[in-house]
């Protein structure tokens, strides 16, 4: 007599279910980064406990994509930190970063982003290693380009010509504008030393945000060139 199999109920139910709902990648991480959240929360600037946590997290998040990259808030206010997964600057990176924040569980005490946002107010400073710049220190003038995006040559008090230098800026650009728009907004950066006698032809490093804010409610084939 042939034997047949009887699947029950239940098994179907266990066996069906962990086919069904395997976990993605993206979903993965989560579940990581719930299990450790306090952890996260209360000791991410602690100096001894900080950098074995970011190498956690870093590590993590190379099983999902290996160039992203992040960075936290302080406590803010309202007893949360902002968690802020970014592709920098990589648009090639842009859409696996909004995946993976799509599918982030809804957390009191975080508020997640991707990519990195504006901050608020105009007036930034950056530590980028031994480099301490402020938007203060920069002036600028731009060129249109042929989609909508600029060109611009930063003017840079006592201008050292270094990668750091330069790096530091496009942290900055970040601050005022966001990821996104420096990513698709700046086509080029220049760097020069600032000279002193020429500030009252150039315009404060900050008015980039206002100039991309009147770019972006243009329609896209509006098009004035500007020269350097």
């Known amino acids: 007599m042939k034997k047949v199999l009887f699947i029950t109920p239940l098994l179907f139910i266990i ?28 000791h ?10 970011y190498n956690q997290i870093e590590n993590q998040l190379k ?5 992203l990259t992040f960075e936290f808030s302080p406590i803010l206010s309202n007893k949360t930190r902002e968690f802020t ?9 842009f859409a696996t970063v909004k995946k993976l924040v799509k599918k982030a569980p809804k ?32 002036y600028f003038r731009y060129k249109d380009g042929k989609y909508g995006d600029i060109g611009i040559e930063l003017n840079i008090r006592n201008y050292d010509g270094k990668i750091k230098t330069q790096e530091a800026t496009f942290h900055l650009l970040d601050k005022l ?16 030393l600032l000279d002193e006698k020429d500030v009252e032809h150039l315009e404060p490093f900050f008015k980039i945000k206002d100039l991309i ?8 084939n509006h098009h004035v060139n500007f020269a350097l």
Do not use: M
């Open 177 to 192: 504008i966001g990821e996104y728009d420096h990513t698709y907004a700046i086509k080029w950066v220049d760097w020069v």
């Open 107 to 138: 957390l009191k005490k975080w508020k997640i982003h991707a990519l990195k946002q504006r901050a608020t107010g105009n007036h930034h400073t950056v530590n980028y290693g031994d480099v301490k710049l402020s938007c203060c220190d920069i």
């Open 44 to 53: 991410i600037e602690d100096v001894k406990k900080a950098e074995k946590i």
């Open 15 to 42: 066996f069906g279910f962990s086919v069904i709902h395997k976990k993605t990648k993206e979903e993965k991480f989560w579940v990581w980064f719930l299990k450790h959240q306090e952890k996260i929360y209360h």
């Open 213 to 220: 804010n009147q770019k972006k409610k243009k329609p896209k």
């Open 85 to 93: 997964i970014s592709a920098e600057g990589n648009k090639k990176h």
């Open 63 to 67: 099983k999902v994509e290996t160039n």
